[in-house]
């Protein structure tokens, strides 16, 4: 059981920040040509996939670190967790401000900034304890 469920994580975090990844790129070549002149619009999707592409290149560079070396992983997996919440709540308000003209009346966008900067926090706790692992 417990080699299933060290495998099923990274997979896990390979898979969402692939979709995410997708999405951002989505999203953003969308706001390049489909909301004629609405420069709001325009803004909140850039914004959204802008950071959404540099958090799901930081989920798969946690996955790999995480495989290569060993830390905190308690650390990493949290961070993880607040980079893939904070793409959720930031980049989907954002996205759903941009593509829907809908606003869930409630703070995600900020709820989602702040796990960014919480993750980017944890990620740093991680790096002061990881070691690579020796080959």
């Not at 920040?17 to 070549?29: C, T």
């Not at 909301?35 to 709001?40: H, I, K, T, V």
Request: glycine residues 16%.
């Amino acid at each position: 059981m417990v080699g299933k469920i060290t495998t099923f994580w990274p997979k896990f975090w390979i898979v969402y920040a692939g979709l995410w990844g997708a999405g951002s790129v989505a999203v953003g070549a969308y706001a390049a040509h489909g909301f004629e002149g609405d420069e709001l619009r325009v803004l909140w999707a850039q914004t959204g996939s802008s950071y959404g592409l540099v958090h799901t290149l930081v989920l798969l560079v946690l996955t790999a670190l995480g495989t290569a070396g060993s830390g905190c992983s308690r650390a990493r997996v949290f961070a993880s967790g607040c980079f893939a919440l904070g793409l959720l709540f930031f980049s989907g308000g954002l996205f759903l401000k941009a593509l829907c003209g809908l606003s869930l009346n409630g703070p995600y966008i900020p709820v989602g900034g702040s796990l960014f900067v919480l993750g980017w926090l944890l990620t740093a706790a991680f790096g002061f304890t990881y070691r690579q692992k020796e080959v």
